[in-house]
């Protein structure tokens, strides 16, 4: 089976990308490797976590993101051929999209398309569900297409929700199911 070199694009504390990063370094016969970690803000706590687990790690701006001189040739010598997105809080331009067709993908806390769309990531998300009274919440791995939270799902799996669970609460639940299966689905599809 072919071997996929990965950038994660992350904006916040990154404990995916870590996740992710100490998967596929400790993992023997693991065909991705994380080539780089590329972060909109400069203080997001997954660059000095990156850094400690010696991944190079690129802060862009969201102009340098959407601009296809700079980012494509950031990604080219890194020689990434997947994009892994691990709470990344930008729209994936549509360039990108067209170049990486397929081979780019994205958790989401939440069993879409419940709790999708503009404004419903992180923190947010776990605070409707808990306002809602759900009983269940959970995670989506997905294909990125051009809508927001849209692209083909690849993997759902459930968590049980107590009254009694505050938004931390969910959060915590939601991270375990994050760190059990995504190094897994990245595996498995890119
Ligand atoms: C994760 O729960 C991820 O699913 C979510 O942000 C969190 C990032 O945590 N992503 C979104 O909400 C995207 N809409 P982390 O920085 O500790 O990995």
Avoid: W
């Avoid at 071997?3 to 023997?28: D, K, L, M, P, V």
């Avoid at 947010?124 to 009983?135: M, P, Q, R, T």
Wanted: net charge negative.
């Amino acid at each position: 089976m072919k071997s996929s070199s990965i950038a994660i694009f992350a904006s916040g504390s990154g404990s995916n990308a870590e996740n992710i990063i100490r998967y596929c370094q400790s993992t023997h016969d693991c065909r991705i490797t994380v080539a780089l970690v590329i972060c909109n803000r400069p203080n997001a706590g997954v660059v000095a976590r990156a850094e400690a687990l010696n991944i190079p790690v690129k802060v862009m701006t969201r102009d340098e993101i959407n601009n296809p001189s700079i980012i494509i040739p950031t990604l080219e010598e890194y020689g990434v051929d997947a994009i892994v997105l691990a709470g990344f809080l930008l729209m994936i331009p549509g360039f990108l999209i067209d170049r990486f067709a397929g081979r780019i993908i994205n958790i989401h806390p939440s069993l879409l398309p419940k709790y999708g769309g503009k404004g419903m990531y992180g923190r947010h998300i776990h605070e409707a569900v808990v306002a809602a009274g759900e009983k269940e919440t959970g995670i989506t791995i997905h294909h990125v297409s051009g809508e927001c939270d849209g692209g083909e799902i690849i993997f759902q799996t459930s968590v049980e929700l107590s009254s009694t669970d505050s938004a931390e609460d969910v959060e915590r639940k939601i991270h375990q199911l994050e760190y059990l299966h995504y190094p897994q689905v990245i595996a498995d599809t890119l």
